[in-house]
């Protein structure tokens, strides 16, 4: 007679490969509402508020397939001395990217104390949380692929300045800027095993870079 015991069951609510058919369904209805934030078809404070639900569900999701919160970088670390190199040359790089081509239209409290901060985490929560840890757990032995993949789709996310008549460069440029950003932000998450840094510097990035529309 067998003594080793019944057979251990998968505890997982849903497979792995579920898990990331979501996160690429969430993609796509995150890059929705961010088009339709920008042709002007979902307002503040409804788009700041929708924005948090692709990274929740999102978490949700790899959480049930068996990712722990370290694999999503959900966790508090210190931020290292390449990780804060980092940061310093995205941030220098983001405000020099939008704020010349933008105008100074006076302090703005809604936006810097509740819009930037909002758009800030719940995209680091997604992105940085959700969809790059979906491809390295994918792609586990093309870890630089996954990184690339995943800041390509933060650029596309930013596609929305195509659809309101921006100049073909301008509207390169506003999806050129989130990738370059998002392989360093990406980089840096992996790096430090954290998402805290990246959200908090997102957000202040917006909390200037918002009080310096571009001009209609």
């Known amino acids: ?54 990274g929740i569900l999102g978490i949700a999701a790899l959480r049930a397939a068996g990712a722990s919160r370290a694999q999503l970088f959900l966790q508090v670390a210190p931020l290292s001395r390449r990780g804060l190199a980092v940061l310093t040359a995205i941030f220098v790089f983001a405000l020099a990217a939008i704020v010349p081509f933008g105008i100074w239209q006076g302090w703005n409290w809604s936006a810097a104390l509740v819009y930037a901060p909002a758009s800030g985490v719940s995209q680091e929560l997604f992105f940085r949380a959700v969809l790059l840890p979906a491809l390295l757990l994918a792609l586990k032995e093309r870890p630089r692929l996954a990184l690339v993949l995943h800041s390509a789709l933060f650029g596309l996310w930013h596609i929305g300045p195509f659809f309101v008549g921006a100049p073909i460069w301008a509207a390169f440029a506003v999806v050129l800027v989130p990738f370059m950003s998002g392989i360093g932000w990406g980089w840096q998450v992996e790096h430090d095993k954290t998402v805290l840094w990246a959200m908090v510097q997102h957000s202040l990035i917006w909390v200037i870079a918002g009080q310096f529309p571009m001009p209609e």
């Open 1 to 54: 007679m067998n003594k080793s015991g019944p057979a251990v069951s998968s505890s997982r609510p849903i497979g792995r490969p579920a898990a990331l058919g979501v996160v690429g369904l969430l993609w796509m209805a995150y890059a929705a509402l961010q088009t339709l934030f920008v042709v002007g078809r979902v307002p503040e404070p409804w788009s700041a508020i929708l924005g948090f639900i692709p």
